[in-house]
């Protein structure tokens, strides 16, 4: 028990420095396409309005942090004997830190009159609000449209880092038409990123970086490409089948596209694939593998809505087949005029030493999933053992272990694991004040009655995490509303698996969808392509997809058949 709450309360430390990191770094999760179509003048007003928010959201925090610490302070935590507080700290010196770096960028990035403009213009907001007050007390449910739909997208599209936006919306709304003590943001966000589950989200992103570093992922690519290189689009067979299995190891979807996309890309513009090609099906690829587990994206939602881990890891791996057969179709259609002269079958010997080499690469996915699923050890453990897998393969077996880059290694990964964890924290605290405000009785009683039952549910479904897959990014789409929409789809009669499948596929369409979802452009920056040249490509790939994604809503067999 006691390394349990020590895991738990060094994990919190590790992801508000991280968050700290990743607002110095510019790491956090926000929507650039709309502030970079702006001219040079305009665009450097927004990154001063959006680092103004950043510093309000972290002194709104602050205070109620330091509060709750003290609150905590009597508290002993029951195995290691020590006061509650080393638990909440991390809010309280997080926040601190955040405060003085975005201050310092308003220093740096900012001119006077810039700064003044800026500073007049959310003064001027916050005038109208407080001076409204009387009035939104008793707007009720309106209040949710002013405060999580309107204060939201406008700064979201202002390039306000989401979980910013999240938490001066929260603020707003609580502390503008509501009389709840603004103590409960904090606690509800601490809540929020102190599932013991998510301490699985830094050590698999750990993991997919070794893979990379260690020669791993290349042994399994050079396989592939050694079974199928040799047939017309085989390289596009080989980069999805690369995806389906390094997305099994891994879990992180930047990881995946970065250990593929420099071993395969080179070979395939030798073979006259133009670029915007290439990252069209890498993006989908990434699109598809969303439910490989073990998926960041699959330990987040199980984390929020108390779906079985083992199982959501489980239904993920047939839907994922069915959309890569239907981006592989896609892929043979676009390559039937292929020159394939000069590419001879390779000689069995040569596929089986291939085989040989890449055989502790392969066998690593089997035996995360077969831990996981069997309960010999859970997603956090497992993804410690595959830790520890790939470092002995690195060292003895490949002999690619470049210790320069450990170090930068583990502060990207604190950095990614920050920014993740602080949009869990402030969109559970937004889920609750939903929750509370009545919108999701009502929500749960509109939808339990919709036209279509089952059908019209995932019809909507689809259609909303589509919207918010490009707009809000997967992560924070399904932590705000998987609480919401799960229970509800019980009513209605929706495996809680099948649903979850059908939400995460649909998030990920959105999410590298151009010209919004911003994993389009991930995917853009990895390959070293320019966005443009992918537009008019991926639309094909993108169509596969959804026609892939209804047949899993249709058939539900395909991901509990085998729960």
């Given at each position: 028990v006691w390394s349990d709450e020590l895991a738990a309360v060094m994990f919190l430390w590790l992801a508000m420095l991280g968050a700290v990191?990743?607002?110095?770094?510019?790491?956090?999760?926000?929507?650039?396409?709309?502030?970079?179509?702006?001219?040079?003048?305009?665009?450097?007003?927004?990154?001063?309005?959006?680092?103004?928010?950043?510093?309000?959201?972290?002194?709104?925090?602050?205070?109620?942090?330091?509060?709750?610490?003290?609150?905590?302070?009597?508290?002993?935590?029951?195995?290691?004997?020590?006061?509650?507080?080393?638990?909440?700290?991390?809010?309280?010196?997080?926040?601190?830190?955040?405060?003085?770096?975005?201050?310092?960028?308003?220093?740096?990035?900012?001119?006077?009159?810039?700064?003044?403009?800026?500073?007049?213009?959310?003064?001027?907001?916050?005038?109208?609000?407080?001076?409204?007050?009387?009035?939104?007390?008793?707007?009720?449910?309106?209040?949710?449209?002013?405060?999580?739909?309107?204060?939201?997208?406008?700064?979201?599209?202002?390039?306000?880092?989401?979980?910013?936006?999240?938490?001066?919306?929260?603020?707003?709304?609580?502390?503008?038409?509501?009389?709840?003590?603004?103590?409960?943001?904090?606690?509800?966000?601490?809540e929020g990123m102190a599932h013991l589950i998510l301490l699985s989200v830094p050590l698999f992103i750990v993991l997919g970086y070794l893979i990379e570093m260690t020669g791993m992922a290349?042994?399994?690519?050079?396989?592939?490409?050694?079974?199928?290189?040799?047939?017309?689009?085989?390289?596009?067979?080989?980069?999805?089948?690369?995806?389906?299995?390094?997305?099994?190891?891994?879990?992180?979807?930047?990881?995946?596209?970065?250990a593929v996309a420099p071993v395969l890309f080179p070979e395939m513009r030798r073979r006259g694939e133009k670029p915007g090609e290439l990252v069209a099906l890498l993006s989908t690829s990434a699109a598809m593998s969303e439910t490989i587990p073990p998926s960041l994206v699959l330990i987040t939602i199980g984390s929020v809505t108390d779906v079985s881990i083992a199982a959501l890891f489980t239904g993920g791996l047939l839907p994922a087949l069915i959309l890569a057969v239907a981006l592989g179709v896609v892929a043979r259609m676009r390559a039937r005029h292929q020159d394939m002269t000069g590419f001879e079958r390779p000689r069995a010997a040569q596929i089986g030493r291939a085989f040989v080499v890449a055989l502790p690469a392969l066998l690593l996915p089997f035996v995360i999933r077969a831990a996981v699923v069997e309960g010999v050890a859970t997603a956090t453990e497992v993804s410690t053992i595959g830790i520890v897998y790939a470092v002995i393969c690195g060292l003895f077996v490949y002999r690619q272990f470049d210790w320069r880059r450990l170090y930068p290694m583990l502060i990207d990964t604190a950095t990614l694991t920050g920014a993740i964890l602080l949009i869990i924290g402030t969109a559970t605290a937004m889920a609750w004040a939903l929750t509370q405000s009545g919108f999701s009785r009502d929500l749960t009683a509109a939808m339990a009655n919709m036209p279509g039952g089952k059908v019209g549910f995932l019809a909507v479904s689809i259609v909303a995490f589509i919207i918010l897959g490009a707009v809000l990014e997967g992560i924070p789409a399904l932590v705000l509303f998987a609480p919401l929409l799960f229970p509800i789809a019980r009513i209605v009669g929706i495996h809680e698996v099948h649903y979850a499948m059908v939400v995460i596929l649909a998030m990920g369409i959105g999410l590298f969808a151009p010209p919004i979802g911003v994993g389009y452009y991930a995917a853009c920056a990895i390959g070293r392509v320019d966005p443009d040249e992918g537009m008019r490509p991926i639309l094909p790939y993108l169509a596969a997809l959804f026609v892939g994604l209804l047949i899993v809503a249709a058939f539900p067999w395909l991901s509990i058949g085998f729960l």
């Amino acid at each position: 028990v006691w390394s349990d709450e020590l895991a738990a309360v060094m994990f919190l430390w590790l992801a508000m420095l991280g968050a700290v990191i990743a607002l110095r770094r510019s790491g956090h999760m926000r929507l650039t396409v709309l502030v970079n179509l702006a001219n040079p003048a305009l665009r450097a007003w927004l990154e001063t309005v959006s680092a103004m928010v950043v510093a309000l959201v972290v002194l709104l925090i602050l205070y109620p942090a330091f509060e709750y610490t003290l609150d905590e302070m009597p508290i002993t935590l029951p195995a290691l004997d020590i006061s509650g507080a080393w638990r909440t700290a991390p809010l309280v010196f997080g926040t601190a830190l955040m405060l003085v770096i975005s201050l310092l960028q308003l220093c740096e990035r900012a001119t006077p009159r810039g700064l003044i403009t800026a500073i007049a213009f959310v003064g001027a907001v916050a005038v109208v609000l407080i001076a409204a007050r009387p009035m939104l007390l008793g707007l009720g449910h309106y209040n949710l449209l002013i405060f999580f739909v309107a204060m939201v997208s406008a700064c979201i599209a202002m390039g306000v880092p989401i979980a910013f936006a999240f938490g001066i919306a929260t603020y707003a709304y609580l502390g503008l038409s509501t009389h709840v003590p603004l103590t409960v943001v904090v606690s509800r966000a601490q809540e929020g990123m102190a599932h013991l589950i998510l301490l699985s989200v830094p050590l698999f992103i750990v993991l997919g970086y070794l893979i990379e570093m260690t020669g791993m992922a290349r042994a399994m690519v050079n396989f592939l490409a050694a079974l199928l290189g040799h047939v017309r689009a085989g390289l596009s067979y080989v980069l999805l089948g690369a995806v389906y299995l390094v997305s099994g190891i891994s879990g992180a979807k930047a990881a995946d596209m970065a250990a593929v996309a420099p071993v395969l890309f080179p070979e395939m513009r030798r073979r006259g694939e133009k670029p915007g090609e290439l990252v069209a099906l890498l993006s989908t690829s990434a699109a598809m593998s969303e439910t490989i587990p073990p998926s960041l994206v699959l330990i987040t939602i199980g984390s929020v809505t108390d779906v079985s881990i083992a199982a959501l890891f489980t239904g993920g791996l047939l839907p994922a087949l069915i959309l890569a057969v239907a981006l592989g179709v896609v892929a043979r259609m676009r390559a039937r005029h292929q020159d394939m002269t000069g590419f001879e079958r390779p000689r069995a010997a040569q596929i089986g030493r291939a085989f040989v080499v890449a055989l502790p690469a392969l066998l690593l996915p089997f035996v995360i999933r077969a831990a996981v699923v069997e309960g010999v050890a859970t997603a956090t453990e497992v993804s410690t053992i595959g830790i520890v897998y790939a470092v002995i393969c690195g060292l003895f077996v490949y002999r690619q272990f470049d210790w320069r880059r450990l170090y930068p290694m583990l502060i990207d990964t604190a950095t990614l694991t920050g920014a993740i964890l602080l949009i869990i924290g402030t969109a559970t605290a937004m889920a609750w004040a939903l929750t509370q405000s009545g919108f999701s009785r009502d929500l749960t009683a509109a939808m339990a009655n919709m036209p279509g039952g089952k059908v019209g549910f995932l019809a909507v479904s689809i259609v909303a995490f589509i919207i918010l897959g490009a707009v809000l990014e997967g992560i924070p789409a399904l932590v705000l509303f998987a609480p919401l929409l799960f229970p509800i789809a019980r009513i209605v009669g929706i495996h809680e698996v099948h649903y979850a499948m059908v939400v995460i596929l649909a998030m990920g369409i959105g999410l590298f969808a151009p010209p919004i979802g911003v994993g389009y452009y991930a995917a853009c920056a990895i390959g070293r392509v320019d966005p443009d040249e992918g537009m008019r490509p991926i639309l094909p790939y993108l169509a596969a997809l959804f026609v892939g994604l209804l047949i899993v809503a249709a058939f539900p067999w395909l991901s509990i058949g085998f729960l």
